[in-house]
């Protein structure tokens, strides 16, 4: 839900419901970060309520469209956070499972180099 | 009045396109000896939180993107910085705990997803508990709430909500019975989580009917095939994450009949759905030593840590010094700026002599100088701070989904969060 003016429409409040602190406070930061926003900030009318008013102000630029493109920034962040991070969990299950290779080899090969020795004191 | 003339056109050829083109892209901190990037403290306000004795400094952090613009710096974090910057390491991953590092995020995406882990990542947890008979001392309310809170190894990205006006069947519902006795004579037991017995065939209690007993008597759920003929429970059941935990006591001559169903939800509703134990993050700790801590004053450092940050490096020719050895574990109880009388004998102030030191300790004593005793007084020479971007991620799983699963499913949620908001204002 937009609430602005019909002849001025860089100045506008945006109520998104069902949302909290989670989504709002995240899309604030990655709105703040546009040089177009003058104004980007959000506020929890009551607690109770599951409701966010989303302030955004530019310097020209209709509202909507740069709130949009600040949610879209937040998505693809996110994308990107998640491929990076699948990355990383390979890596270290691979890391993990060369390393237990490695111990169970070194194992077997100290067995069978003390079983070797035993033959040989006999 | 020629030479003038003459002296204009000399200067007005000597300014060539070349040169004209260079004026127009000529940035003064390509030059050599302007300094790039921003004066030290003021980067240490931007990346910093600085942690002093009272309470921290600059930890709100300046978002507005063209806050240093005035210095060159862009202070922006949009998509490529992002992308370039952004790492993540991981620490431990264990079934259930995950201890890994972000680099380059931002704090307000961070806590998003704490948040999200927390309360709105879904699992499957018992809901709606039947009672047959329960002659316990537990009530029965008492006991459908531990019930609730009893953890369960099932993927919910295999289950659907139930909604009210849905008919619990095998997409939706898992089914618990727990029936125990302790018979008269025995002594008193425990009646613990082992005890819930699955049945992948859904619910066996009856429900009442209004029609004859002619009609197909109806179970409370209505499951068309077996849970058990799913490829993903065939081979391991569905039961819950640890078999001991204690439900009830029962004792001679008590017995306690149910049956529970387990349904899809998540931590808003009930904090029984968070599927994590716990997820936290803290910030990456920075412990510098602004002067040098020698000798004595070095192994006072070392024994005053309660986590073992510091360390003694020997330097040769017997003489030590203090290095920050373990930045990690710093938890900031700020011990090592506390002020405090010092344990060890301090000869920095003494003479170093071995009878000013006795005279010396009998002289604080009934004059209480701070030099002779050596009172500690190290806020000057030790900066505690945290670094803004990192943050050390944990996550503890109840046992349903291996916590990288976790992660990566809060992110996803986020995401879909972003494209609903979108979808609407389009």
Known sequence: ?122 | MESVEEEEEEVRRIVTDEEKLEAKNFNIFDLPDVPKGLPPHLELQRTRVVCEVGAPLHATGTIYSGAYISSGVDNSVNLENFSEDFKVDVISLTETDMVFDMIGIPQGIANAFRRILLAELPSMAIEKVFVVNNTSIIQDEVLAHRLGLIPIVADPRLFEYLSENDQPNERNTIVFKLHVKCPKGDPRRKVLSSELKWLPNGSELLKESAGGSTTNPKTHTSFSRSQDSFPEFADNPIMPSFEDILIAKLGPGQEIELEAHAVKGIGKTHAKWSPVATAWYRMFPEVILLKEFEGKHAEELVKVCPRKVFDIEEMGQGRKRATVARPRDCSLCRECLREGDETIEGEANSKGKAEAKSEGKAEAKSEGKAEAKGKRDWVDQVALRRVKNHFIFTIESTGSQPPDVLFTEAVKILEDKCERVISELS
């Open chain 1, 1 to 122: 839900m937009e609430h602005g003016s019909f002849k001025d429409n860089s100045h506008a409040t945006f109520t998104l419901g069902e949302e909290d602190h989670t989504l709002a406070n995240a899309v604030r930061f990655v709105l703040n970060q546009d040089p177009r926003v003058t104004v980007g900030a959000y506020t929890i009318p009551h607690p109770s309520l599951e409701k966010v008013n989303i302030r955004v102000q530019t310097t020209g630029d209709p509202a909507k469209e740069v709130f949009k493109d600040a949610c879209q920034e937040l998505m693809q962040m996110n994308r990107h956070v998640r491929s990076v991070f699948d990355k990383a969990v390979t890596e270290y299950k691979a890391e993990q499972e060369r390393k237990e290779k490695k111990a169970a080899e070194e194992l077997k090969r100290q067995r069978e180099l003390f079983g070797s020795m035993d033959i040989e004191s006999n």
